[in-house]
């Protein structure tokens, strides 16, 4: 049987979507690296993507998402422990090429579990209640922002 695309409850379909947006940046950096792009111009758009984007990601989720299989839980304790090393790996200066791979690595790492397990795990056991509640956080939204410097077309 073909990998069918998982369901998400709508309430976590946003969350979904900025894990698009993630998976996209890590290949961002992947064809960068590849190319031997100078790693200033990458690390520059790792800072933006933590700050426009992965900080608030994070946040969202443990203050709204995790809640609902609680702290206890040994996926939760997973990301978590993926979210503070993530934390670190993005506060990094100097990054090289090797640290740059790695740091897309780890990412797209984080965002497979919390697709593929994570996320069928809490909408398997959250209410309906506890659902609306992360519906409702997503209704202020993040704006839609893009990293001007397209290093990694391989037009430019």
Same mark, same amino acid.
């Given at each position: 049987?073909?990998?069918?695309?998982?369901?998400? #409850?709508?309430?976590?379909?946003?969350? /979904?979507?900025?894990?698009?947006?993630g998976? +996209?940046f890590?290949?961002?950096?992947? /064809?960068?690296?590849?190319?031997?792009?100078?790693?200033?111009?990458?690390?520059?758009?790792?800072?933006w993507?933590?700050?426009? #984007?992965?900080?608030?990601?994070?946040?969202?989720?443990? =203050?709204?998402?995790?809640?609902?299989?609680?702290?206890?839980?040994?996926?939760?304790?997973?990301? +978590?422990?993926?979210?503070?090393? +993530?934390?670190?790996?993005? /506060? %990094?200066?100097?990054?090289?090429?090797? !640290?740059?791979?790695?740091?897309?690595?780890a990412?797209?790492? #984080?965002?497979? !579990?919390?697709?593929?397990?994570?996320?069928?795990?809490?909408? =398997?056991?959250?209410?309906?209640? %506890? +659902?609306?509640?992360?519906?409702?956080h997503?209704?202020?939204? %993040?704006?839609?922002? =893009?990293? =001007?410097?397209?290093?990694?077309?391989?037009? /430019?």
């Amino acid at each position: 049987m073909p990998n069918l695309p998982i369901k998400r #409850h709508v309430a976590l379909q946003p969350l /979904s979507r900025d894990h698009h947006h993630g998976l +996209l940046f890590c290949w961002k950096i992947r /064809s960068g690296v590849k190319r031997g792009i100078d790693t200033s111009r990458m690390e520059a758009h790792a800072a933006w993507f933590w700050n426009s #984007h992965l900080e608030f990601h994070f946040a969202e989720e443990e =203050e709204f998402v995790f809640p609902i299989l609680g702290k206890e839980n040994e996926l939760i304790q997973q990301a +978590l422990a993926e979210h503070a090393e +993530l934390k670190k790996l993005f /506060s %990094q200066e100097d990054m090289d090429f090797e !640290f740059l791979n790695y740091l897309q690595i780890a990412l797209e790492k #984080h965002i497979r !579990f919390e697709e593929r397990i994570l996320f069928n795990e809490i909408q =398997e056991v959250a209410s309906p209640e %506890q +659902l609306a509640m992360v519906d409702q956080h997503n209704a202020a939204g %993040q704006e839609e922002l =893009e990293w =001007e410097d397209d290093y990694w077309n391989w037009k /430019s």
